[in-house]
């Protein structure tokens, strides 16, 4: 159990490899990108009510059931024409051209989709500052891990040194079997601690590939730097000055736009529309009429009057969802605001309980030294031996999570403020 956890079959090598391995396979943002995508796709379908229409149509009938008439043509009243009712196999093409002139909802919409273009790009920054965020907190947390497991393999080997002293000192009938069962005890308790140690370095790597998109174990390398992971992260996500710029508060701001332009792109239904519409038809049919072939341009003012009640529960609905996002938008605020002060505040906690754990862990060592000193020669039992090890082992383990609780806050606060650049 001495024996280390196997190194992981792939390694991180720096920072710059895991953004560009995060950008390049990360769900979450490919979902973010796909929705500004759309957003964009909107904003061009809003174009098409304003922009001319062009539609053309052809049909060649045939007839199946058919009367012959005779006809009388010229002087004679010998001279008759057959003729064939209803016509059959002719063609007739028709060209429609229609243009909006006048239509202020359509060209409020345009203005709408843009907004919801501009929610997207700050939704999608956002997800890039929470993912990146969850990268620099993986990669934290197996080189807490890959410390921690080493740890505990020290303390495993100082239990069994322990309990090789106490061995050899029941054969010189100094120590008790009492004594002995102690330090097995102990080294027990080691390997329990041991086991579930590594067992945490094994999710701590799994956690990290799945941060980085790839479906197995990451590990990181023993010479890479918690202060590079912290350079890297402020040179990805640099701060901003107000908590208003933090793009999940900008798309929150930009929602209540959106909002508050569909109450009035509801609104501007109730105008009427002017068009201009323009149709070429043409036919081989044989109408008796002259020409066959006929082009006309018409206006088209539309006056909406009465549909059922629709739009006054779609300007409802809208002023509903107006007051919504106006909501959310303050509970976020609120919530941002506590979340910095929370952040700022756990650094001075971190690196108080940080100052306070290299104390325990120097007493704990003091003690341990002065417990096997005193063993030795006989002055404590073996009790007090065992505890003293075991304290010693805890505050090693606990200095250690400390440290790493410090990176940690200074990253959660660096990322609660801050915006990632790149998304958009």
Known sequence: MLTPVPVATRQLGDWREALSLLHARSTDLATAFAEVRRAEAQTRTALSAVLPTINAQGSLPHQFITKETATFSGASPNQTTTIKTPQSDYVTGTIT??????????????????????????????????????????????????????????????????????????????????????ADQDVANARATLVTGDESLRKSREALGLALGLPEPIGVPPDMKLDDVLGGAVHACPAIDKQDDRPDIAAAKKRVEVAERNVHNVEWSFLPTLSLGSTLSTTTQNTGASPQTTWNVQGILSFPIWDGGAR?????????????????????????????????????????????????????????????????????????????????????????????????????????????????
């Open 312 to 424: 006054y529960g779609a300007l409802r609905t809208n002023r509903a969802l107006r007051d919504e996002a106006a909501y959310a938008l303050e509970a976020a605020q609120r919530a941002v605001t506590i979340q910095i002060e929370q952040a700022r505040r756990n650094i001075r906690v971190a690196e108080a309980s940080l100052a306070v754990a290299h104390q325990a862990r120097d007493l704990a060592f003091q003690v341990d030294q002065l417990t096997r000193t005193s063993y030795q020669v006989g002055q404590v039992t073996s009790l007090e031996l065992v505890i003293a090890a075991s304290s010693l082992r805890q505050a090693e383990i606990e200095l250690a999570l400390r440290e790493f609780d410090v990176v940690s806050a200074r990253l959660a606060a660096l990322f609660a403020l801050a915006r990632c650049t790149g998304a958009s």
């Open 97 to 182: 051209l229609s243009q909006s002139v006048i239509n202020v909802q359509a060209w409020h919409s345009i203005g709408t989709a843009r907004k919801n273009e501009d929610v997207q790009k700050l939704s999608a920054d956002d997800t890039l500052r929470t993912i990146t965020l969850n990268l620099a907190t993986s990669i934290v947390g197996v080189v807490a891990s890959e410390r921690i497991a080493e740890l505990n393999r020290v303390g495993l080997r100082s239990s069994l040194e322990l309990r090789e002293i106490t061995a050899r000192k029941r054969a010189l009938g100094v120590a008790t079997g009492l004594d002995v069962v102690r």
